[in-house]
């Protein structure tokens, strides 16, 4: 007869042992969700305040909800200048907005990749799918669409953030078997190769095309507009969906493959699904923000600490961090020195590339709930 030590011994690190701790649990990400949804929403009425053109945040606050709640006599008192408006719904708000949608969708990018390879330090940048991602945009930037066949900039990230998904998976593979180590090590080697590639690419362009593509690899959402949502919107949309319906099969994944296996997970389709949805997620983002990195390894790692590992809670509590974090980063981006704008992909930096070597020296794949 098993006894209850084997049985706690069996238990996935993602299940709590007992009903009050997973109530516990179960509650912190409810308030971590409105916690953060708060902020998000703090953070576009601030970030609508901030610029060359005055605008205070209760202005901010005034142009949004006049135009989402159009009709509203004291949304239309005449007392705000065109301009302002023009300022805010036009400029400053899809900044926001996409910061938000980049920072989920990079956030969810590297949640999925963490479990698909079991190690809590994968993260599209660190795997090399940025740069595959980065090299397909600029690709498109520098001979044009019309010379690829038409190809757009979004299609052509999300080929070379899946071509770089594929290349790392093989190399990878030895004896049939998935090593997280060596997928690591390939993913810094191939983001090296394909970051050469782009650098060639950028040095044999025009002169005038050089400031634009740098600016672009280095991160950026000052060229947002509302019609540029409209694709990472549909791809984190198509995403969340698809992982959140995958969540009990993620959990599984995370115990290991003979465990997903017996518990009927086909592991292998749901590694290819998985690395398909962080291509497209990655893709989509590079070709409308630019090479921002770091957001998928730090946002996930620390809500595992906060929520656990099971992806029930994750999933959400991670989408909603990336987004936060993201426009938090905008933000500072603006601000910290002005007039001048700093890349977003430089502040990530700074916080991501430390966080990484923490990581890496704290041992983060026992704290983070990974089976070794």
């Known amino acids: 007869m098993m006894t209850l030590g084997a049985d706690r011994r069996r238990t996935p690190a993602y299940a709590p042992h007992d009903a009050s701790a997973r109530a516990r649990l179960a509650r912190r990400t409810t308030l971590l969700c409105l916690a953060l949804g708060a902020a998000a929403v703090a953070l576009v009425i601030?970030?609508?305040?901030?610029?060359?053109?005055?605008?205070?945040?209760?202005?901010?606050?005034?142009?949004v909800l006049g135009h989402v709640l159009p009709g509203m006599p004291w949304m239309t008192d005449?007392?705000?200048?065109?301009?302002?408006?023009?300022?805010?719904?036009?400029?400053?708000?899809?900044?926001?907005?996409?910061?938000?949608?980049?920072?989920?969708g990079l956030a969810l990018a590297g949640a999925l990749m963490q479990v698909t390879v079991r190690n809590p330090l994968a993260e599209p940048y660190i795997l090399g799918v940025s740069s595959g991602?980065?090299?397909?945009?600029?690709?498109?930037?520098?001979?044009?669409?019309?010379?690829?066949?038409?190809?757009?900039?979004?299609?052509?990230?999300?080929?070379?953030?899946?071509?770089?998904?594929?290349?790392?998976w093989a190399l990878a593979r030895r004896d049939g078997m998935l090593s997280p180590t060596r997928m690591i090590l390939a993913g810094v080697a191939l983001g090296t190769l394909l970051s050469a590639v782009t650098s060639y690419l950028t040095i044999s362009t025009d002169a005038q095309n050089v400031v634009s593509v740098l600016f672009f690899l280095l991160g950026s959402v000052s060229a947002a507009t509302m019609s540029?949502?409209?694709?990472?919107?549909?791809?984190?949309?198509?995403?969340?969906?698809?992982?959140?319906?995958?969540?009990?099969s993620l959990n599984a994944l995370m115990t290991g493959d003979e465990s997903a296996t017996a518990l009927g997970v086909d592991v292998a389709r749901l590694r290819g699904l998985l690395l398909l949805i962080a291509s497209l997620l990655t893709g989509v983002v590079v070709s409308v923000a630019g090479g921002i990195g770091f957001v998928g390894l730090v946002v996930p790692h620390l809500v595992r600490i906060a929520v656990g590992a099971d992806h029930r809670r994750v999933l959400p509590v991670t989408v909603l961090g990336g987004a936060v974090f993201l426009m938090g980063a905008d933000l500072l981006a603006r601000t910290v020195a002005a007039p001048t704008e700093i890349p977003l992909g430089i502040l990530t930096a700074f916080v991501g590339a430390p966080f990484f070597l923490w990581l890496m020296r704290r041992g983060g794949a026992d704290r983070a709930g990974f089976a070794r």
């Open 46 to 63: 601030v970030s609508g305040s901030v610029g060359s053109v005055p605008v205070t945040v209760a202005e901010a606050a005034k142009i």
């Open 228 to 248: 540029s949502l409209t694709a990472p919107a549909l791809a984190l949309l198509v995403a969340v969906f698809a992982s959140f319906f995958l969540a009990r």
């Open 133 to 168: 991602a980065s090299v397909g945009a600029v690709l498109v930037i520098v001979t044009g669409s019309a010379a690829l066949g038409g190809v757009s900039m979004n299609a052509a990230a999300f080929v070379g953030a899946l071509g770089a998904c594929v290349c790392v």
């Open 78 to 104: 005449g007392t705000l200048a065109p301009l302002q408006d023009q300022a805010v719904w036009q400029f400053r708000l899809p900044r926001a907005l996409l910061s938000a949608l980049a920072g989920g």
